[in-house]
T-cell receptor, first 113, second 113 residues
Framework: AQSVAQPEDQVNVAEGNPLTVKCTYS??????LFWYVQYPNRGLQFLLK??????LVKGSYGFEAEFNKSQTSFHLKKPSALVSDSALYFC???????????FGTGTKLQVIP | DAEITQSPRHKITETGRQVTLACHQT?????MFWYRQDLGHGLRLIHY???????NKGEVSDGYSVSRSNTEDLPLTLESAASSQTSVYFC????????????FGPGTRLTVL
């Protein structure tokens, strides 16, 4: 069975500092990995995904994520955090050929002015 | 612009009543999904559909049903609402599977008293 772990319920970072939101996964075979963001009272919005190839994936709003196969991780990063980045972030995984997506429990990012 | 809508946005009902949540997408996507979001659990898959007249159970399908009579709609029915079904419900769609992105609706907040 596939699974995703987001070890931090909340991450606090000062505005302008780099941010990292952690994600590890477990899956048989090659994974498809996703990051979604949820703003208050809204549905999830796609940020970026890893399919294959370059381990560093760039996405929307200046976010990027690094795929590390040996550590089975897909951490979300941004060089300089904005207050407007404050939201709930979800990591998700789908095994190649497997039909369903498994979401993590979410990490609340709080960017402090 | 194509979109995915859900109605109602908020619903309060009583234990034992039947409730139907609507989901409508104009993306012309084959695949549609229903999730529930609960604190500490992230998003959990209730039911999904890969096309007209196709429906499948997800990980938390007990007490829920869906039907797919056209491409655009996947209504979710709670046959006899229970307090444990108080949650925020999200509908999503995708054009394909594998690495395809899911597009989410704005959510329905359901309270069962």
């Amino acid at each position: 069975a596939q699974s995703v772990a987001q070890p931090e319920d909340q991450v606090n970072v000062a505005e302008g500092n780099p941010l990292t939101v952690k994600c590890t996964y477990s899956v048989s075979g090659n994974p498809y990995l996703f990051w979604y963001v949820q703003y208050p009272n809204r549905g999830l919005q796609f940020l970026l995904k890893y399919i294959t190839g370059d381990n560093l994936v760039k996405g929307s709003y200046g976010f990027e994520a690094e795929f590390n196969k040996s550590q089975t991780s897909f951490h979300l990063k941004k060089p300089s955090a904005l207050v407007s980045d404050s939201a709930l972030y979800f990591c998700a995984v789908r095994a190649g050929g497997y039909q369903k997506v498994t979401f993590g429990t979410g990490t609340k990012l709080q960017v402090i002015p | 612009d194509a979109e995915i809508t859900q109605s109602p946005r908020h619903k309060i009902t009583e234990t034992g009543r039947q409730v139907t949540l609507a989901c409508h997408q104009t993306w012309n996507h084959n695949n549609m999904f229903w999730y529930r979001q609960d604190l500490g659990h992230g998003l959990r898959l209730i039911h999904y559909s890969y096309g007209v007249h196709d429906t499948n159970k997800g990980e938390v399908s007990d007490g829920y049903s869906v039907s797919r009579s056209n491409t655009e709609d996947l209504p979710l029915t709670l046959e006899s609402a229970a307090s444990s079904q108080t949650s925020v419900y999200f509908c999503a769609s995708s054009v394909g599977l594998g690495a395809d992105t899911q597009y989410f609706g704005p959510g329905t907040r359901l309270t069962v008293l």
